[in-house]
Nanobody
Framework: QVQLVESGGGLVQAGGSLRLSCAAS????????MAWHRQAPGKQRELVAS???????NYADSVKGRFTISRDNAKNTVYLQMNSLNPEDTAVYYC??????????????WGQGTQVTVSS
């Protein structure tokens, strides 16, 4: 069974930085993509950043230039470096791994979430 375990969340002042990590354990397949999502109180979950197995990245407009997603394939771990944090970044951050089982079917794995709180 695949497990995604996030770490690195916490409380930081505006302008500060945090680095989130997400390690896959168990019988992990080769993921086609890994991503970070976040959900703030009263808001829908949104995609923050994604990284495909081919190295293609995608960022939400609100984090472009401040956040960087990276991956260590040997460790089956994905990271999210977050700089210049502001209170609007406060949310629970979720790690997501995607496996394309076939052309028409994908399997999504999710972590339990890690809280990021940015104080003003």
């Amino acid at each position: 069974q695949v497990q995604l375990v996030e770490s690195g969340g916490g409380l930081v002042q505006a302008g500060g930085s945090l680095r989130l990590s997400c390690a896959a354990s168990g019988n992990s397949p080769s993921f086609n993509a890994m991503a970070w999502h976040r959900q703030a109180p009263g808001k829908q979950r949104e995609l923050v950043a994604s990284l495909t197995s081919r190295g293609i990245t995608n960022y939400a407009d609100s984090v472009k230039g401040r956040f960087t997603i990276s991956r260590d394939n040997a460790k089956n771990t994905v990271y999210l470096q977050m700089n210049s944090l502001n209170p609007e970044d406060t949310a629970v951050y979720y790690c997501n791994a995607v496996q394309f089982v076939s052309i028409a079917r994908r399997v999504d794995y999710w972590g339990q979430g890690t809280q990021v709180t940015v104080s003003s």
